[in-house]
């Protein structure tokens, strides 16, 4: 069983910085595409970046966010620069299922899920 954990949420105000990270267990990376999706409160869950092969990212985020994974730690990374207080939201990291590199930029290609950590962004 896939298990996704989250952590580097927190408080930061507007052009700061954060890192999430997303310890996966269970089973090793490979090429399994993985994404982190983003959800405000009365908004829709939305994607913000995700890496296959190669990484991709949401028009809101390109050149402020980026997305890494180290497969030796079975982890990826979301390093957010130049925050904003529109980019607060819990944060999501999720995995396709097994042997799907390609990054898909909707909540239902993706099989697991973390429990979230929450991003808050102040003015």
């Known amino acids: 069983q896939v298990q996704l954990v989250e952590s580097g949420g927190g408080l930061v105000q507007a052009g700061g910085s954060l890192r999430l990270s997303c310890a996966a267990s269970g089973r090793t990376f490979g090429t399994d595409a993985m994404g982190w999706f983003r959800q405000a409160p009365g908004k829709e869950r939305e994607f913000v970046a995700g890496?296959?092969?190669?990484?991709a990212y949401a028009e809101s985020v390109k050149g402020r966010f980026t997305i890494s994974r180290d497969n030796a730690k079975n982890t990826v990374y979301l390093q957010m620069n130049s925050l904003k207080p529109e980019d607060s939201a819990v944060y999501y990291c999720?995995?396709?299922?097994?042997?799907?590199?390609?990054?898909?930029?909707?909540?239902?290609?993706?099989?697991?899920w973390g429990q979230g950590t929450q991003v808050t962004v102040s003015s």
């Open positions: 890496i296959g092969l190669i990484p």
């Open positions: 999720a995995r396709r299922a097994l042997n799907m590199d390609m990054v898909v930029d909707v909540p239902e290609g993706y099989r697991y």
